[in-house]
């Protein structure tokens, strides 16, 4: 069982950054894959940036590359999204997701947080 808690959302200007972090519980962190995602008003949860489990491997939404960084530190049980030269079209509820071994760029993902809040301002 893995639980997760996403912190660092916010209300930002157009151009400005924010971190995110998400917390896990649970002894097997190091043996998942972790993805965010994000969710705008009025539109599905798509998938945004994921790593592997050894923060060998990471990936990337095309709307997003090369202005978001993922990262995770498996000695702390956190993984997190740098978020720079946001955009308003950045603004949604993000969500950290944690699956076993292999990493998706789908919603299939075994656990979930409860998410975070983003908005940018233009």
């Known amino acids: 069982q893995v639980q997760l808690v996403e912190s660092g959302g916010g209300l930002v200007q157009a151009g400005g950054s924010l971190r995110l972090s998400c917390a896990a519980s649970?002894?097997?962190?190091?043996?998942?894959?972790m993805g965010w995602f994000r969710q705008a008003p009025g539109k599905e949860r798509e998938f945004v940036a994921a790593?592997?489990?050894?923060?060998?491997?990471?990936y990337y939404a095309d709307a997003v590359k090369g202005r978001i960084v993922i990262s995770r530190d498996n000695a702390k049980n956190t993984v997190y999204l740098q978020m720079n030269s946001l955009k308003p079209e950045d603004t949604a509820v993000y969500y950290c997701?944690?699956?076993?071994?292999?990493?998706?760029?789908?919603?299939?993902?075994?656990?979930w947080g409860q998410g975070t809040k983003v908005t940018v301002s233009s």
């Open positions: 790593i592997s489990w050894g923060g060998g491997n990471t």
């Open positions: 649970g002894r097997t962190f190091s043996r998942h894959a």
């Open positions: 997701a944690a699956r076993a071994f292999e990493v998706r760029r789908t919603l299939d993902y075994d656990y």
